[in-house]
């Protein structure tokens, strides 16, 4: 009996201490994944693998140029007791240079370190920049990739404000002071590395002077306006206080004067006029609608108006431009607003083409280029369309806001080989130059003129631009010369 | 003696019982994240605008708490391994977008950085861009399937996808329906008046418009369909790759489903396995225990903040089916009637009317693009 309460006192007793004991603490240490890498950091992820929570007095990763991690880069991340994963950024790296990294633990004193990673810093890109033209003292938004925080930007020699610094990829940039060059190139300094593109920046050129010549008497509105050679004509359309014009004036560079002459036959007020000679159609009256329709055509030959054939069709506020030396007369607010018809002038015959894919009318801008046809329309699309094939396509948007039935309206141009000069609608003081080779837009200097004025005509002599314009509120024209190259 | 030994006994089993017997009290550290960051959204090679949604996912229990909110204002971008970078301006509700023009390339790996208004940073780990097999064809086919109710089965339309997986590979396959337009066809003759009406209740008043709507949904159910190609490497497939449940409605006439077939990586694809299992539990005991499922956002002030959802990265071809009902075996019978102008679908009898909000009408007119023929 006694040894059965023995061997029970020694069975309760074993079980009592026979737990197992705790056993030693094992971990893992694992450099995960190199989760970004960019011109000057590195973004690491480690991970501890244990099965129980572990004080560790430090973790982090270290990083070095060299395999054997001498003179490291030690990112420390201070004290951890839970296993799992753990990321550190580390910024400050040089661009363009491989390093190695490895995660590591200190536990009771003791450095362990996980398995080594390789990866390479990127280098720095300077993309692009835009807007390519802009005046002294805005800002211009530079794009690239991997600007460090030591980035610096240069216009020529001239150092310019950073104003913002995005993500390192994004600059916003203040342009230095007109330093008398227009074209200058961008430079930006990073990490000692320079970096450019191969387009410079362009100074907003343009100068703008009021010329003395006027127009006696006559403020023109809906009126014509050509050009033959270096000689201006305008006239016709109506007074401002809606007394007609059955007149023409006559304006030379050379002399400095506006010369009044008679047409033979009597107004047209929003003709279809081609800026070449060639005109027609619109109002003959000056009355409030219903108008009285003019249905003669006319041609001035520098000498003479010879009137032409009119047209099967009525166009008054049309589209009328020469393409391959006929004259076309397109839309209008008289029937059909897509309407298309040419006059050949060796046959003297009208012909009927393809409609236009969009109605249109004069409140429209329009010009012709390499025998093209393009126009902008209300919403600010810059439409080409091809006259001999009849295909259309969007190339652009006109760069400056327009205003419903304020601004949108009213526009000039010009084309000038292959740069074309567009701007100046009502209430505006926008002008831009398109490029029609890359249809980039370049701003030019603001008009400084009145902005409650209509456009008159727009000629261009010797690479300079002259156009007339009517005030709202003022008593005489406006006559203005623009250097479009010079401050 | 012995009876000394009996109580000594006694004691020494008392004592034991008395020093062992009692229960320890455990703490269980418990997770209670306030508000968890949920990151959801993933970009494709086809050029459009994708969308990334920033939300706090709300907490789940018996007390409620408010609805998951939306982040605003972040900033979030999206890296490439050249580092070229693209912001996501804000739009509404936790939605930030890339530019309409915007596409991933194939081969090259993304990361989605996000930094809160507060300055917390969070970062995805590298998704790589694996072209996807192109898709031969799709077929559809009409499935019954057995239900809980022994007179109904559950009728339904499997999509059938016919594609080679290359053999030199490990590819895995993502199918993601979306949102779909359907002819929607009523029986608008059948109308009926009002209970309420004064003179005629319920009396019969044909109506003489619209017979054949169209309405967009996202088909439902809504599932996930991914598969890793372990098991069928380098062999054709004709495999499901969608399903959409028959209500009665859908197939009366056209069903237009749109979907993407995607590649995803590995990670993704066990991220979205993972998700699917969450999404079937039906309460069973052999359901796997609910989780938060981790994704590959990382907190870089806080390591250990858990962050919910996934950022991948895919090859896309889009997938367009017309499912016409000619063409189904069978569908589901009796099929729904609609006896009211189908333009007042989403508002049958007013309904759905609220003081200040009155559902759409449908339109008569199908997309500008449908093209069943």
Request: charged residues 20%; hydrophobic residues 35%; negative net charge.
């Amino acid at each position: 009996m006694k040894r059965i309460y023995f061997y029970i006192v020694l069975v309760l007793t074993l079980l009592t201490f026979s737990c197992e004991e705790e056993r030693a603490e094992g971990f893992n240490i694992l450099t995960e994944e190199i989760v970004n890498v960019s011109g000057e950091r590195v973004i690491l992820m480690g991970r501890i693998i244990a099965f129980q929570n572990i004080p560790m007095q430090d973790h982090g990763f270290y990083i070095s140029s060299n395999e054997s991690f001498n003179q490291p880069i030690i990112h420390s991340m201070g004290q951890i007791d839970r296993p799992g994963r753990f990321a550190g950024e580390i910024s400050g790296l040089d661009l363009g240079v491989t390093y190695f990294a490895k995660a590591f633990v200190v536990r009771d004193g003791e450095t362990l370190f996980g398995n080594t990673l390789t990866f390479q810093t990127l280098g720095a890109v300077f993309d692009d920049f835009q807007p390519r033209t802009q005046f002294p003292g805005e800002i211009i938004t530079i794009t690239g990739r991997n600007f460090a925080d030591d980035v610096e930007v240069f216009f020529g020699d001239q150092k310019a404000e950073i104003v913002q610094f995005e993500f390192g990829f994004r600059l916003r940039v203040r342009v230095p002071s007109f330093n008398n060059v227009v074209q200058v190139p961008i430079r930006v300094i990073t990490r000692g590395n320079e970096l450019s593109v191969d387009f410079p920046f362009n100074y907003v050129t343009g100068k703008y002077t009021l010329l003395e010549a006027n127009l006696d008497e006559f403020r023109l509105v809906d009126n014509v306006f050509f050009q033959k050679g270096n000689r201006f004509f305008v006239g016709l359309g109506m007074n401002v206080n809606r007394t007609s014009s059955n007149f023409l004036w006559e304006y030379k560079p050379t002399e400095g004067l506006w010369k009044k002459e008679i047409f033979p036959g009597s107004t047209h007020r929003r003709s279809a006029n081609s800026g070449t000679g060639y005109f027609g159609g619109g109002f003959q009256d000056t009355n409030f609608p219903p108008e009285v329709y003019n249905d003669s055509y006319w041609y001035y030959d520098g000498d003479d108006f010879v009137r032409i054939p009119n047209p099967p069709f009525e166009f008054a506020e049309s589209f009328g431009f020469m393409a391959q030396g006929q004259f076309y007369i397109a839309g209008g607010t008289l029937g059909i607003g897509s309407n298309v018809y040419r006059y050949n002038p060796e046959t003297s015959l009208w012909q009927i083409r393809p409609n236009l894919p969009f109605n249109v009318d004069s409140r429209m801008l329009h010009f012709v280029h390499n025998d093209k046809l393009y126009w902008i329309d209300m919403d600010k699309v810059l439409r080409e369309y091809d006259l001999f094939t009849a295909q259309s396509r969007v190339i652009s948007e006109y760069p400056s806001p327009f205003i419903e039935d304020f601004s949108d309206t009213g526009g000039t141009s010009i084309v000038m080989g292959d740069k074309v000069y567009i701007g100046l609608y009502n209430n505006a003081r926008e002008f831009w130059e398109l490029d029609m080779r890359d249809y980039v837009w370049t701003r030019k200097t603001i008009f400084p003129g009145i902005t409650r004025a209509r456009n008159a005509g727009i000629f261009q002599a010797e690479g300079k631009i002259y156009f007339l314009r009517t005030p709202d509120f003022e008593s005489v024209m406006e006559f203005w010369e623009f250097d479009p190259d010079n401050l | 003696m012995t009876r000394v030994l009996r109580i000594f006994f006694v004691f020494i089993l008392l004592g034991f019982f008395i020093f062992n017997s009692c229960i320890d009290r455990f703490n269980i550290p418990l997770d209670e994240p306030d508000f968890i960051l949920n990151v959801e959204g993933y970009i494709t090679t086809q050029p459009r605008s994708h969308q990334i949604r920033l939300s706090r996912a709300a907490k789940y229990g018996p007390d409620f708490l408010g609805p998951s909110r939306p982040v605003n204002l972040a900033t979030v971008l999206i890296k490439d391994n050249e580092e070229k970078s693209v912001l996501l301006p804000y739009t509404e509700n936790g939605i930030y977008i890339t530019p309409d023009d915007f596409a991933a390339k194939v081969g090259n790996s993304y990361n989605l950085e996000i930094t809160l208004p507060n300055g917390d940073r969070y970062i995805s780990t590298k998704e790589y861009v694996n072209s996807v097999p192109k898709m031969d064809s799709v077929t559809y086919q009409a499935v019954r399937t057995a239900s809980e109710n022994r007179l109904n089965d559950v009728i339904g339309v499997q999509i059938i996808g016919h594609f080679q997986d290359p053999q030199d590979e490990v590819n895995y396959y993502y199918w993601r329906k979306l949102d779909s337009d359907f002819a929607i066809i009523a029986e608008p003759e059948l109308y009926t008046l009002p209970p309420t009406h004064p003179t005629n209740p319920r009396g019969s008043a044909p109506k003489d418009c619209c017979v054949r709507c169209f309405y967009k949904e996202f088909p439902a159910p809504p599932s996930i369909m991914t598969v890793a190609d372990e098991f069928f490497n380098g062999n054709y497939q004709r495999r499901m790759i969608a399903y959409i449940l028959d209500n009665g409605t859908r197939f009366k006439d056209t069903y237009r489903l749109d979907m993407q077939h995607l590649s995803v990586s590995a990670e993704a694809h066990r991220f979205l396995t993972l998700m699917d299992q969450q999404l079937r539990l039906t309460g069973s005991v052999f359901d796997p225990p609910p989780a938060n499922i981790r994704g590959n956002m990382v907190s870089l002030k806080n390591p250990e903040e858990q962050v919910l959802g996934y950022f991948f990265v895919s090859d896309e071809q889009f997938i367009r089916t017309y499912i016409k009902k000619e063409n189904l075996e069978f569908f589901l019978t009796p099929q729904s009637i609609i006896p009211e102008d189908c333009r007042e679908y989403l508002n049958i009898g007013g309904s759905n009317s609220s003081p200040g909000f009155t559902p759409p009408k449908l339109s008569v007119e199908p997309p500008p693009d449908w093209n069943p023929d």
